[in-house]
C-alpha cells in the first residue's frame, strides 16, 4: 500500500510539473502580448493590397509587448538614422493605440506631431497587422508582423 501512494504521489508531481511548464510557454492568442518581427508591409488601394514590400539587405524591425507596454526598434543598414520607441499600447473596438513617451530622436520629431498612433489590428494566432487608414476611412498601408516569441 505504501509502494502505491509513493508512486501515485510520484505521477501526481509529475503531471502538475510537466502542466506547469506548458504554461510558462503559453502566451494569450488574443492579445499582443509577446515578441514580433515585421515580415513586409502593404500598400493598398481602394482597400485592396496593390503592393507588397518585403524587408530587403538586413531591414529588421521588432515590437515587444507587455499587458501595457510596447517597445519597438528598427534597423535599416541603408539609413543611418536609429530607430525605436517605448510607451503605452491600448486595443479599443479593434483599434491599437500606441503613445511613446520616449524614442530616438528621430522618432521624437515625429512624436512630436503626433501624440497617438492609431492603426486597426488584425490579430491572428501568431500574426497580425497595424493598418495606417486614410482621411476617409480607407486602409493605406499596413505592417505585418509573425510573432518569434
Excluded at 520607441?85 to 479593434?94: A, L, M, Q, S
Amino acid at each position: 500500500m505504501k509502494k502505491i501512494t509513493i508512486l501515485a504521489f510520484i505521477i501526481c508531481l509529475i503531471v502538475v510539473l510537466i502542466s506547469a511548464s506548458s504554461k510558462e510557454n503559453s502566451y494569450d492568442q488574443d492579445s499582443l502580448e509577446g515578441v514580433w518581427e515585421m515580415e513586409h508591409q502593404y500598400i493598398y488601394d481602394n482597400n485592396e493590397i496593390l503592393d507588397t514590400l518585403y524587408n530587403l539587405n538586413g531591414y529588421r524591425q521588432v515590437k515587444m509587448y507587455t499587458k501595457s507596454k510596447v517597445m519597438w526598434t528598427r534597423y535599416n543598414p541603408t539609413d543611418s538614422n536609429e530607430w525605436y520607441g517605448y510607451g503605452t499600447y491600448e486595443i479599443v473596438d479593434g483599434i491599437l493605440e500606441e503613445r511613446l513617451e520616449y524614442a530616438s530622436n528621430t522618432m521624437m520629431k515625429i512624436v512630436d506631431t503626433v501624440q497617438v498612433f492609431r492603426f486597426k489590428l488584425e490579430l491572428g494566432k501568431d500574426t497580425y497587422s497595424q493598418i495606417t487608414m486614410d482621411n476617409e476611412g480607407k486602409k493605406y498601408n499596413s505592417e505585418n508582423y509573425k510573432r518569434i516569441e
